[in-house]
């Protein structure tokens, strides 16, 4: 079993900053892509950025040069650094990751999901 936490989300005006945590726990799994979606009132679920093992990060187009996505290998754990942030950005911010357990298939797996408001 895999569970995933996420943590960070709250309050910020136009043009502050947010870091966002998911940490994966459970036993041996192996993590093949760690990332971020985010969910406005209304509206689609949308990327915000993925990091895949041995890959690089990919954005989507509506936060690229203004967030950062980083993963620490050793401790299961992708962060989403959100800056220039803008009231568009209000959602709630799902944490997603690919997970195999053992030998077996890769799955999704996705966290409670933390809530992002941007005041202007």
């Known amino acids: 079993q895999v569970q995933l936490v996420e943590s960070g989300g709250g309050l910020v005006q136009y043009g502050g900053s947010l870091r966002l945590s998911c940490a994966a726990s459970?036993?041996?799994?192996?993590?093949?892509?760690m990332g971020w979606y985010r969910q406005a009132p209304g509206k689609q679920l949308e990327l915000v950025a993925i990091i895949t093992s041995g890959g690089g990060p990919k954005y989507g187009d509506s936060v690229k040069g203004r967030f950062d996505i980083s993963i620490d290998n050793a401790k299961n754990t992708v962060y989403l650094q959100m800056n220039k942030l803008k009231p568009e950005d209000t959602a709630v911010y799902l944490c997603?990751?690919?997970?195999?357990?053992?030998?077996?298939?890769?799955?999704?797996?996705w966290g409670q999901g933390t809530q992002v408001t941007v005041s202007s």
């Open positions: 997603n990751a690919r997970i195999g357990i053992g030998i077996g298939p890769y799955y999704d797996y």
């Open positions: 459970g036993s041996a799994f192996s993590i093949n892509a």
